[in-house]
C-alpha cells in the first residue's frame, strides 16, 4: 500500500501515440525545418531533423494524414500550429516534440 504522502509524479498522456514516419516542414520564425515523423498524436508530434528548432518556437506545419489510417477514402491534410516544448536524444537520434495549439482538417479528394 502507498503511504498517503506519496505523490504520483509521472507524466500523462493526454492522446494515444501512432507510430507513424512521415515528412513535414515545419516553418519557424527562422526558416523552415525539414523533419520525419517518429510518432503522431491528437496533441502533437515527435520528429526527427538535422536541426531542431528551439524550445518554446513557435511552428507550423501541415502532415498528410493517409486515407488508410483515418479510416476513409481520401487522404486527409491536417495543418497545425504550435510550439516546441522539449528535445530528446536516444540511441544517437535527436528529436524534438511539438504540442498542437491548433489545427484544421482538409480533405484531399483522388
Same mark, same amino acid.
Given at each position: 500500500?502507498?503511504?498517503?504522502?506519496?505523490?504520483?509524479?509521472?507524466?500523462?498522456?493526454?492522446?494515444?501515440r501512432?507510430?507513424?514516419?512521415?515528412?513535414?516542414? /515545419?516553418?519557424?520564425?527562422?526558416g +523552415?525545418?525539414?523533419?520525419?515523423?517518429? @510518432?503522431?498524436? $491528437? !496533441?502533437?508530434?515527435l520528429f526527427?531533423?538535422?536541426?531542431?528548432p528551439a524550445?518554446?518556437?513557435?511552428?507550423?506545419?501541415?502532415?498528410?494524414?493517409?486515407?488508410?489510417?483515418?479510416?476513409?477514402?481520401?487522404?486527409?491534410? /491536417?495543418?497545425?500550429?504550435?510550439? +516546441?516544448?522539449?528535445?530528446?536524444k536516444? @540511441?544517437?537520434? $535527436? !528529436?524534438?516534440?511539438?504540442?498542437?495549439?491548433?489545427?484544421?482538417?482538409?480533405?484531399?479528394?483522388?
Amino acid at each position: 500500500m502507498t503511504p498517503p504522502s506519496t505523490v504520483d509524479t509521472s507524466p500523462v498522456r493526454a492522446a494515444v501515440r501512432f507510430p507513424l514516419h512521415l515528412e513535414i516542414s /515545419l516553418t519557424t520564425p527562422s526558416g +523552415i525545418c525539414k523533419a520525419v515523423t517518429e @510518432d503522431v498524436s $491528437a !496533441s502533437g508530434i515527435l520528429f526527427v531533423a538535422d536541426e531542431l528548432p528551439a524550445i518554446g518556437t513557435q511552428v507550423e506545419f501541415r502532415i498528410k494524414m493517409p486515407a488508410a489510417i483515418m479510416g476513409g477514402t481520401d487522404d486527409v491534410l /491536417l495543418h497545425c500550429v504550435g510550439r +516546441i516544448v522539449r528535445h530528446t536524444k536516444a @540511441d544517437g537520434k $535527436a !528529436s524534438a516534440a511539438a504540442v498542437i495549439d491548433e489545427y484544421s482538417l482538409k480533405a484531399e479528394h483522388s
